[in-house]
């Protein structure tokens, strides 16, 4: 068979959709990164002929699964579980765990299928897999968090294991849940291992594994600034969530002397012309994380800002914008808002949170922009030197760990660029060509050697 009779994108797409009805979250990822993925294999024949992207579009294998627990008033809750494990060519797999009432399997899917190529980009050897729960842990109980952690865990440690899968946190699984969920598989195992990353420091845990999702999003914005002879000094910034990701993206823009005029959360967002400084943030991790209480408390706190209840923040006019809270919170209407505000850089620290009809615009107006596969890496890659100090039992310094997070973000920047450069209708780099075609190349590659299994 010669290339040209192999199947071309759109029908590839069409096989997507037959295999994954209905999963509308798997498919549009599929197709993002197929776009590229098809167009740099042209003319590849080994990739063509091994169906390798067809495969990588396959899970290895997906578990579901019952997850019972009692609440505080005695009564049974039924939930389901996941752990999908797509694909582990380089590496153990390795993604995080979300506990979210809209936790379905094409989400999961979604989200281990970008795992793959993100933690291909990271030069770590790493495979992916998501997981998680539709519990939604809001209003929960701490002990009613502790019961499903662990009937959760009673499940999942089954399928996971320091060199087989190794689950991180993500929306709803912070350091609590960790813990909780790493004290029933210890308990159920007897063994004490790197199982999960983003542990407690006082049992296994990383410096900078917290904070590097964030930070490493700002220092991939000022890797692309730096092409243009830019930086974040003196920039005002649009970002949005308030959860782990958006306050430590706000910190480091801090930190690099911008200006944070907004954060967000479910249920509006929060404008500061003045800008929130670090006591700021600080006020809103502790809102969020500890008190759990609303967003909008912040206007009483801080005289001169405002709550817009039902609203995203992409009509404040910026200089770069970092999207930090969920998939698909960007849609067309609000990367034109953003170009027509004059907005020259887009770095996402949240998982796809731009829709395809975003993306375009972006690429249409040749601005700097930076899919979430790549620039929010430094979680993923902080998580992977994790498992290299659990392994080693060791623990490095902050300084050395601050070191590794700026230098593998500065690395997957150029990786990108190496296949993305002048690839725009502007001539500017491509940073999401760059991205799937890179991530694609070494998991492609090592699934070669395997041959067909
Ligand atoms: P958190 O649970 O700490 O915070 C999530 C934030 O997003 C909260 O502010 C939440 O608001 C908001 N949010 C959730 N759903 C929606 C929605 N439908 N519309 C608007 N806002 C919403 O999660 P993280 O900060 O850890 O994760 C944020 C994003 O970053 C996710 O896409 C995640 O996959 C991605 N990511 C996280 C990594 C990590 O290391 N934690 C690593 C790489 C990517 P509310 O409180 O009202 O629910």
Not at 159 to 175: F, K, L, R
């Given at each position: 068979?010669?290339?040209?009779?192999?199947?071309?994108?759109?029908?590839?797409?069409?096989?997507?959709?037959?295999?994954?009805p209905?999963?509308?979250e798997?498919?549009?990822?599929?197709?993002?990164?197929s776009e590229?993925?098809?167009?740099y294999?042209?003319?590849?024949?080994?990739?063509?002929?091994?169906?390798?992207?067809?495969?990588?579009a396959?899970?290895d294998?997906?578990?579901?699964?019952?997850?019972?627990?009692?609440?505080?008033?005695?009564?049974?809750?039924?939930?389901?579980?996941?752990?999908?494990?797509?694909?582990?060519?380089?590496?153990?797999?390795?993604?995080?765990?979300?506990?979210?009432?809209?936790?379905?399997?094409?989400?999961?899917?979604?989200?281990?299928?970008?795992?793959?190529?993100?933690?291909?980009?990271?030069?770590?050897?790493?495979g992916?897999?998501k997981?998680?729960?539709?519990?939604?842990?809001?209003?929960?109980?701490?002990n009613?968090?502790?019961?499903?952690?662990?009937?959760?865990?009673?499940?999942?440690?089954?399928?996971?294991?320091?060199?087989?899968?190794?689950?991180?946190?993500?929306?709803g699984?912070?350091?609590?849940?960790?813990?909780?969920?790493?004290?029933q598989?210890?308990?159920?195992?007897?063994?004490?291992t790197?199982?999960?990353?983003g542990?407690?420091?006082?049992?296994g845990g990383?410096?900078?594994?917290?904070?590097?999702?964030?930070?490493?999003?700002?220092?991939?914005?000022?890797?692309?600034?730096?092409?243009?002879?830019?930086s974040?000094?003196?920039?005002?910034?649009?970002?949005?969530?308030s959860?782990?990701?958006?306050?430590?993206?706000?910190?480091?823009?801090?930190?690099?002397?911008?200006?944070?005029?907004?954060?967000?959360?479910?249920?509006?967002?929060?404008?500061?012309?003045?800008g929130?400084?670090?006591?700021?943030?600080?006020?809103?991790?502790?809102?969020?994380?500890?008190?759990?209480?609303?967003?909008a408390?912040?206007?009483?706190?801080?005289?001169?800002s405002?709550?817009?209840?039902?609203?995203?923040?992409?009509?404040?006019?910026c200089?770069?914008a970092?999207?930090?809270?969920?998939?698909?919170?960007?849609?067309?209407?609000?990367?034109?808002?953003?170009?027509?505000?004059?907005?020259?850089?887009?770095?996402?620290?949240?998982n796809?949170?731009?829709?395809?009809?975003?993306?375009?615009?972006?690429?249409?107006?040749?601005?700097?922009?930076a899919?979430?596969?790549?620039?929010?890496?430094?979680?993923?890659?902080?998580?992977?030197?994790?498992?290299?100090?659990?392994?080693?039992?060791?623990?490095?310094?902050?300084?050395?760990?601050?070191?590794?997070?700026?230098?593998?973000?500065?690395?997957i920047?150029?990786?990108?660029?190496?296949?993305?450069?002048g690839?725009?209708?502007?001539g500017?780099?491509?940073?999401?060509?760059?991205?799937?075609?890179?991530?694609?190349?070494k998991?492609?590659?090592?699934?070669?050697?395997f041959?067909?299994?």
């Amino acid at each position: 068979m010669s290339v040209s009779d192999h199947v071309d994108l759109e029908q590839f797409m069409v096989g997507v959709e037959k295999r994954n009805p209905g999963e509308t979250e798997f498919i549009q990822a599929v197709r993002e990164v197929s776009e590229d993925v098809f167009e740099y294999i042209a003319d590849k024949e080994k990739y063509h002929q091994h169906q390798i992207l067809r495969r990588i579009a396959e899970p290895d294998r997906i578990v579901s699964f019952r997850v019972c627990w009692e609440d505080d008033n005695g009564n049974i809750r039924v939930q389901r579980g996941y752990r999908v494990q797509n694909n582990n060519a380089i590496g153990p797999y390795k993604g995080g765990l979300r506990f979210h009432q809209s936790v379905n399997q094409s989400i999961l899917k979604f989200l281990a299928f970008e795992q793959t190529f993100k933690n291909s980009l990271t030069g770590l050897p790493m495979g992916g897999g998501k997981g998680g729960s539709n519990f939604n842990p809001k209003g929960k109980s701490d002990n009613e968090i502790m019961r499903f952690c662990q009937s959760f865990m009673t499940e999942l440690y089954r399928h996971v294991g320091e060199d087989t899968d190794v689950p991180a946190g993500d929306i709803g699984v912070g350091a609590r849940e960790i813990g909780y969920m790493f004290g029933q598989y210890k308990r159920i195992t007897n063994r004490f291992t790197g199982v999960l990353t983003g542990k407690g420091l006082e049992y296994g845990g990383s410096l900078v594994r917290t904070e590097a999702t964030g930070y490493g999003a700002v220092y991939f914005m000022q890797n692309m600034l730096e092409t243009q002879g830019d930086s974040i000094e003196g920039k005002t910034a649009v970002i949005s969530g308030s959860g782990n990701v958006a306050t430590h993206a706000a910190e480091k823009v801090v930190q690099l002397g911008g200006k944070v005029l907004t954060l967000s959360d479910s249920k509006g967002y929060l404008h500061d012309p003045a800008g929130m400084d670090q006591d700021k943030i600080d006020w809103i991790k502790n809102q969020k994380g500890v008190v759990r209480g609303s967003l909008a408390d912040y206007t009483a706190a801080f005289a001169g800002s405002s709550w817009h209840e039902g609203e995203t923040p992409w009509g404040v006019a910026c200089d770069i914008a970092l999207p930090c809270a969920t998939q698909n919170e960007m849609d067309q209407a609000g990367a034109e808002l953003l170009v027509a505000n004059g907005c020259i850089a887009v770095s996402e620290g949240a998982n796809m949170p731009v829709n395809l009809d975003g993306v375009k615009v972006f690429k249409a107006a040749g601005i700097l922009y930076a899919p979430g596969k790549a620039s929010n890496a430094g979680g993923v890659a902080v998580s992977g030197l994790e498992m290299s100090q659990n392994s080693g039992r060791v623990s490095w310094s902050e300084e050395q760990l601050q070191d590794h997070l700026r230098s593998i973000m500065k690395e997957i920047h150029d990786t990108c660029a190496t296949y993305g450069a002048g690839r725009l209708p502007n001539g500017g780099c491509d940073y999401v060509k760059g991205a799937n075609i890179a991530g694609f190349v070494k998991v492609a590659d090592a699934m070669l050697a395997f041959g067909v299994v």
